[in-house]
């Protein structure tokens, strides 16, 4: 996997974090395991980040989802992108495996969800994912993975083996200190409807996704 140079992010160093609550549920999403809801005192942008704890996380390099909120996706089922079945196809294997899903409340690639909703529209008159962020002003993909690393770090999980195909988030955990072991592959959740917005994840941003076949 390629591995671009890693963008500016919230430094690791300040201020600490720790682990403020640890709740637990079953998750039918999960294929009805049990898990940990884990909360976080002093994450440094304010936001209510959430870590999900599956299974038995190997103490060496346990399975981590870097996760970004999706509320079209995630909970209304949209088709329009593949994040609904990723985050079911990563609940149900860290379940399996062991590791945690960390939930990261940057909708829209860090716009927001009204923002995303705008880009959508200029999406359908022919911008790709990338371009319409752009069109209204906002950066191609704003996210910021320092908070992850603090996160990690609460956790004890300072080697991870990341469930991703998204090489900028491998870099950006690099950079703020957490040793990413091994990279493993999402599946590809391509249908007719989301093909073209995998496709400009794969061009714009060099996912590892089989833009044929698939």
Not at 39 to 52: K, M, Q, R
Not at 68 to 75: A, F, I, Q, R, Y
Not at 132 to 158: C, F, H, K, S, T
Request: with cysteine; charged share 25%.
């Amino acid at each position: 996997m390629s591995i671009p140079e890693p963008r500016s992010a919230v430094a690791v160093t300040a201020p600490e974090v720790t682990v403020r609550a640890r709740v637990g549920v079953t998750l039918q999403r999960a294929g009805g395991h049990h898990a940990e809801l884990v909360t976080f005192s002093g994450l440094p942008d304010g936001a209510e980040h959430l870590a999900i704890v599956l299974g038995e996380p190997a103490r060496d390099a346990p399975v981590v989802r870097l996760h970004s909120e999706c509320l079209t996706g995630d909970v209304l089922g949209s088709a329009r992108c593949d994040c609904g079945p990723q985050l079911e196809e990563s609940l149900r294997r860290i379940a399996v495996e062991g590791g945690a899903v960390l939930y990261l409340r940057q909708e829209g690639r860090g716009i927001g969800l009204y923002n995303k909703l705008d880009a959508y529209l200029l999406q359908d008159r022919g911008a790709d994912t990338f371009e319409a962020n752009e069109l209204i002003g906002r950066g191609p993909d704003e996210r910021d993975y320092g908070v992850a690393a603090l996160m990690l770090r609460a956790l004890g999980m300072n080697r991870v083996r990341l469930l991703t195909n998204n090489p900028d988030k491998v870099a950006q955990l690099r950079e703020h200190g957490i040793d990413v072991a091994d990279a493993l592959p999402t599946a590809v959740h391509r249908t007719a409807e989301n093909a073209r917005y995998l496709e400009a994840k794969a061009l714009h941003q060099g996912h590892t996704i089989a833009l044929k076949g698939a």
